[in-house]
């Protein structure tokens, strides 16, 4: 298998601009998390969805960000529009675990978006 | 609530000296708990988890934790720290009926030669 595979890895984008960040699970997992990751705040859960339902979107920071997940191999996050303090690393895990027991994640290798 | 302290943020050993990252958890029944590792410019790699059973947990790259209920405690160890252990490591617990994990901080560590 060839992980969790997240696109793009870098991006450089003006302050206002659309951002879409894409994800592809592992096949067979059930469990798709969004995370973001800056040296002041650490790692923060923005979404979770199992079995491509959004289960605890309480993490997300505001409504200018959005995360959906239309099937089983792909979700997407969007910041609409973006500002600078949305510099971070996003990153994409998954997980084969249900709705009681935590298997632990298999995370992506993230995507480093530069707001300017 | 359930959460994860690792007390120390930043860790400096010499390569071959031994290692311990500590972790303490906070939650009310038997939790999963879970190590992870980062290194510069990658995501975070599973190191070992503990579900039940033995309370001594071997992982990868050598590593192993150690369960201890009495002391809400799951610290990380290694007998000989090589240069490319350098990186950041994470504490994870993740409570029954949930599959959602709780991070702790993170502990860099830096390694010597």
């Known amino acids: 298998d060839a992980g969790v595979i997240q696109s793009p890895r870098h991006e450089v984008t003006e302050m206002g601009q659309e951002v879409t960040l894409r994800c592809k699970p592992i096949s067979g997992h059930n469990s798709l998390f969004w995370y973001r990751q800056t040296m002041m705040r650490g790692l923060e859960l923005l979404i979770y969805?199992?079995?491509?339902?959004?289960?605890?979107d309480s993490g997300m920071p505001e409504d200018r960000f959005s995360a959906k997940m239309p099937n089983a191999s792909f979700s997407t996050l969007k910041i609409q529009p973006s500002e600078p303090r949305d510099s971070a690393v996003y990153f994409c895990a998954s997980s084969l675990g249900g709705d009681e027991i935590p298997y632990g994640y298999t995370f992506g290798s993230g995507t480093r978006l530069t707001v300017v | 609530a359930q959460s994860v302290t690792q007390p120390d943020i930043h860790i400096t050993v010499s390569e071959g000296a031994s290692l311990e990252l500590r972790c303490n958890y906070s939650y009310g029944a038997t939790p999963y708990l879970f190590w992870y590792v980062q290194s510069p410019g990658q995501g975070l790699q599973l190191l070992l988890k503990y579900f039940s059973g033995d309370t001594l947990v071997q992982g990868i790259k050598g590593f192993e934790a150690e369960f201890k209920r009495s002391q809400s405690s799951f610290n990380l160890r290694k007998p000989s720290v090589h240069w490319s252990d350098a990186a950041e490591y994470f504490c994870?617990?993740?409570?029954?009926?949930?599959?959602?994990?709780?991070f702790g901080t993170g502990t860099r560590l830096q390694v010597f030669p």
């Open positions: 994870a617990v993740g409570p029954y009926g949930t599959d959602k994990l709780i």
């Open positions: 969805f199992n079995n491509n339902v959004p289960i605890d």
